[in-house]
């Protein structure tokens, strides 16, 4: 258990801090929250012609409400809780892979969902945006990254034997 703590530990702050650094804002962070911010304008786009992005900006062209997509609200705090406890617990590397992998595109889904409700009720109500936006959301972004590690440790390899590895992969679809 100590040992997981410190890895644990360890790893949060490398990832923090390297998603901190001027080249890692530059390199990672900025075009992955651009390219997120584009992603939910096209989704947002098959139901609404009214919107257009800049950027990490998402605005609607029929009132002139916009939300930038800011550190803290591009999921990637969340992915570098996940992936730091992943890669803590003792694992196989395969194992290991496919949570980072399947916990990526579980926590980007719920914040894409996150971004587009937000950018809708920014419209509706700015009180409400602001109370969703501060608590609601951010509060389950890291319990959905808290569950989906608990869910992956139940899938964990066990010694002398591989089967919930193979349970993961089956239930993902690739085994």
């Not at 990832?15 to 947002?44: D, H, I, M």
């Not at 509706?124 to 608990?150: C, G, R, V």
Request: hydrophobic share 55%; with cysteine.
């Amino acid at each position: 258990m100590q040992r997981f703590v410190l890895v644990f530990l360890a790893l949060l702050v490398g990832l923090f801090t390297f998603s901190q650094l001027p080249w890692g804002q530059r390199w990672f962070v900025e075009p992955f929250t651009t390219g997120l911010a584009s992603f939910c304008t096209a989704l947002v786009s098959l139901f609404d012609a009214e919107v257009a992005t800049w950027g990490k900006v998402i605005q609607s062209t029929r009132n002139g409400f916009a939300i930038e997509i800011m550190a803290g609200c591009n999921g990637v705090e969340a992915m570098i809780v996940l992936a730091s406890a992943v890669l803590a617990f003792p694992s196989t590397w395969r194992h290991k892979l496919l949570g980072i992998g399947l916990g990526f595109v579980a926590i980007q889904a719920l914040n894409v969902v996150r971004i587009i409700s937000l950018f809708y009720l920014g419209q509706w109500s700015l009180t409400a945006f602001q109370w969703f936006h501060l608590y609601i959301w951010q509060a389950l972004l890291i319990l959905e990254a808290l569950l989906f590690w608990l869910i992956w440790l139940k899938y964990a390899p066990r010694p002398g034997g591989n089967g919930p590895d193979k349970a993961m992969a089956s239930a993902a679809g690739l085994g």
